[in-house]
């Protein structure tokens, strides 16, 4: 019976679908990566979606920025050469100024500020990692029953073997993607990771100017 539904509901219908991908969304992607869905999604469906001519769409779209980067804003002084009646410059005049008569104009210069705020899941799986490597050192040394000596050797030199090949840990995620970035993020960590999706935001950001002009 779908087919018999008015057209304004079946676009209600596929909104609240988007609304539950980006529920989906927020907790799957990094921030650079989820404000370039964002962007995306509002350059295709554009005026044929309702939500996004809400005012909890704009929170959406400012939160999300807000996690990625900020605006600061810094004067700059430029030098404006004063005029004469006529319109020309004033010759010699400086009026304290070395320049020859030139007055200083403040302007605002707006300057990007990367934030790259980490997921939070990120630092929740650190956590997890380092719990069950003192679980496995404190259970390494309970069943060693040599001398304190030995038992020392035998856990540093089982601690290097274990953590590699007798004890693996396992992490399951729902797709590829996010095993290959937990793996990146294990590697490099959260800040390096994060720095290559804001240069990669930037990118897709400058192609996406250079399409529309």
């Not at 030199?157 to 007798?166: A, D, F, N």
Request: positive net charge; contains cysteine; charged residues 25%.
């Amino acid at each position: 019976r779908w087919h018999l539904v008015s057209r304004k509901t079946k676009q209600i219908a596929r909104d609240l679908s988007t609304l539950r991908r980006l529920a989906f969304c927020v907790l799957r992607y990094d921030g650079p990566t989820f404000l370039q869905y964002l962007e995306m999604l509002r350059a295709t469906e554009g005026v044929n979606t309702v939500w996004l001519f809400l005012d909890a769409a704009h929170v959406i779209f400012e939160e999300a920025k807000k996690r990625v980067y900020t605006f600061t804003t810094t004067s700059t002084i430029a030098a404006a050469p004063t005029a004469t009646a006529s319109g020309g410059p004033v010759p010699g005049k400086s009026g304290g100024d070395a320049d020859g008569g030139a007055k200083k104009q403040r302007r605002p210069a707006h300057r990007v500020v990367p934030v790259l705020e980490q997921p939070a899941k990120w630092e929740y799986l650190k956590q997890v990692l380092e719990e069950i490597q003192q679980d496995r050192s404190r259970m390494l040394q309970q069943s060693l029953g040599a001398s304190q000596s030995q038992s020392q050797s035998q856990s540093r030199e089982g601690e290097g073997e274990g953590s590699s090949q007798v004890y693996p840990i396992l992490i399951l995620t729902q797709e590829k993607l996010l095993c290959t970035q937990l793996g990146h993020l294990l590697v490099m960590g959260g800040q390096a990771i994060m720095k290559d999706a804001f240069d990669q935001y930037l990118e897709w950001r400058s192609m996406s100017s250079s399409a529309k002009s």
